[in-house]
């Protein structure tokens, strides 16, 4: 791209009242302890939002109980799915 050219910028807010989403999510990156993909649900969560989060192969660890979580990742802060989403439920 030569410094002619000007680079192209959208910022446009969007406000939706109604959002429906599904995650699949296979692998996690951290911003600290809490999962990057967990940060970003956190920022659609509002009144009529249903957010669905499916973590699977090497995210799965972040669907275990309290213990096992805190075993698994060598510290003792529990899940951050029950900390960032108090109404999640385990599929097994």
């Known amino acids: 791209m030569s410094t002619t050219q000007k680079l192209l910028h959208i910022d446009i807010?969007?406000?939706?009242?109604d959002v429906k989403v599904v995650f699949s999510i296979g692998a996690l990156a951290f911003e600290g302890d809490l999962s990057a993909s967990i940060f970003?649900?956190?920022?659609?969560?509002?009144?009529?939002?249903?957010?669905?989060?499916?973590?699977h192969m090497n995210a799965g660890h972040v669907t275990l109980h309290d213990t096992a979580y805190n075993t698994d990742r060598n510290i003792a802060t529990a899940t951050p799915t029950r900390l960032s989403f108090p109404i999640c439920r385990s599929a097994a």
């Open 40 to 55: 970003h649900m956190r920022l659609i969560k509002n009144a009529t939002s249903e957010v669905v989060a499916v973590f």
């Open 13 to 17: 807010p969007v406000k939706l009242s």
